[in-house]
Structure formats: C-alpha cells, structure tokens
C-alpha cells in the first residue's frame, strides 16, 4: 500500500488543538463572593471534602464584584456563585447579576444569593426579578442547608450546560459537514476531524490514525499528532511497531467497537477507519453522547462520499 500523499488538501491547524488533557476527574468551579473574609473561611470549611455527583470541588475567591466580574469572564465552566448582595454598594451583587445574563450572557451558570442585611434585598422582590437559584440570610444559613442548595445548583448547572452546548455542537455540525465534504484526503481529512473534535468537544488526541481496510492492520497511517508523536506523521504502525502506543492502536482496529476504550474514538466508514487516541482516559466527559453519535455518524457519511478508492 502506498503512502498517502500529506500535501493534498492539507490544512494547516494551531498546535494548541493538540494540548494536554488531565486524566483527573473535573471538579465542579464555585466562586464565592463576598467582602467579608471570615465568610470564605467559613465556607471553605463547610464545603471542605464536599463531592456532587462524583466530582469535587474547586473554590474560587473574589472579595468584590468587580473583582468576581473578571474571573467569570475568564473562567466560563464556573457552575455557580454564591454571591453577598451589599459590597462595594448596597446592590453591586445584584448589579453583577444583570452583568452575568445581559452581558456576559451566562444562562446555565447558577446563582445563589447570600446577604446578611435581609432588609435591603427583600427575598420575593429579589426571585421575581433576578434569575437566582436561591436566596439565603447568612446568619440562618448552616452546613446542611448549604449543601443542599449547592447540589441543587449544580444538578440544575449540568443539566442546562448540557443543553446550551448540545444546541452549539448540532449548529456546529452543519459547519463541519460542510467543511468535511470539501476534502478528497485521509491526511486533510483527518485534520479536520481533529480540529472539529477540539472546536466541538474540547476534545485533544495525542494521535489520529488511518486505516484502508483492503490493507493490513500494520499498514495504517499516523495522519496527525501532538507535538511529542510530530516525528509520527507520515509512517505506517509497522514502522511504529517498537512504540507501545502503536501497538495500542493497532489492537483498536481489530476490535469490533471502540465502547470498550474510554480514552480513543473510531470513525468507521465503508473502506476506511480513523482512529483517535487521546491524552487522559476521560473522553465521556466532554462529549454529549446523543450529539456526539450524531456528529459520529455525519463525518462517516462524509467520508464514504469523498474519501473514494
């Protein structure tokens, strides 16, 4: 079998696509804003060892809401805010509610209210005007009650995450098929797919593989790597065979179904497989998996079309 041809159709893709992904469970970021430090101290005490749904969490610390403006513009997976009301001003919590949905324009992140002066910031005025997941006097608010509106929070963050980003990653398939149905080779082919995958999923693999089904398993093709396997691209597993990796690979292509691997994906067409192996063993957690099938499916179609012997 010759070996494909790397310049045709190539695409050129940032190196940063390609970047190391922790195989660590991803904890859930809570960012707690208040001007008083005694109250970070204290619920970094109660929320101390604390897991939702298998995931730990991380706590993120602002002492104003201008300060808690700029870390939620940088960080957009912060699932939610335990936020005090009076701070620089008697409404600058509220003031950074309407930033987070007007401007930010942040849906799914969830909102719980903390205020030790009630009287200021009446509980129904605040629900009926403010999308808030909750609303808590701090002097009343124990160790138990706050972890039941933190789960609450971060059930109802998951499953409005979910939705929002299975919404862009169906509007982002109607560009990758476009893209896709552009392409007449593995190597740009597989580039592609590469560059969907990071851009769709955040997903990172260490190295995409590509295999003709008419040749022998040892015959396929690294089309694309990270920059530790760059020197890959371009050679068969059989130049590879020394590399444990390699070899990893070359067991996924003679399976039946890569459900078995938690850290690698095949996309499986009529006389080709593309497979990507990535870095961390975690690929579930970035996927959506009704989306996910569904843009499977689309990129194999593509490439039956396309990719003709």
Known sequence: MNKVDNN??????LDDVLTHQEGNVMPWRVLVVDDDGEVHQATRFALSDVEIMDRPLSLIHAYSAAEAEVLLRQMPDIAVVLLDVVMESDDSGLCLIDVVREDIKNKPLRIILRTGQPGL???AALVAHY???DYMIKAEVGRERLLTSLTTAVRAFDQLKQMTDMKQQMQGMVRAVTGALTLST????????????????QLSPMVAVWHQKDAPLVDAIVQVADAVHRVWIGKTLSDLSDAPLANYITKILASPTSDQYSDAIIFDG???QLVLVFHGDKVTQHIIT??????????????????VD
């Open 131 to 133: 999308d808030i997941h």
């Open 121 to 123: 910031a009446p509980e």
């Open 186 to 201: 593995p190597a740009a082919f597989s580039q592609w797919m590469v560059q969907q995958l990071a851009d769709l999923y």
């Open 8 to 13: 045709d159709d190539n695409l050129s893709f």
């Open 290 to 307: 009704e989306s996910f099938s569904t843009f499977q499916s689309l990129m194999v179609v593509c490439g039956n079309q396309r990719l």
């Open 270 to 272: 009529n006389h080709w």
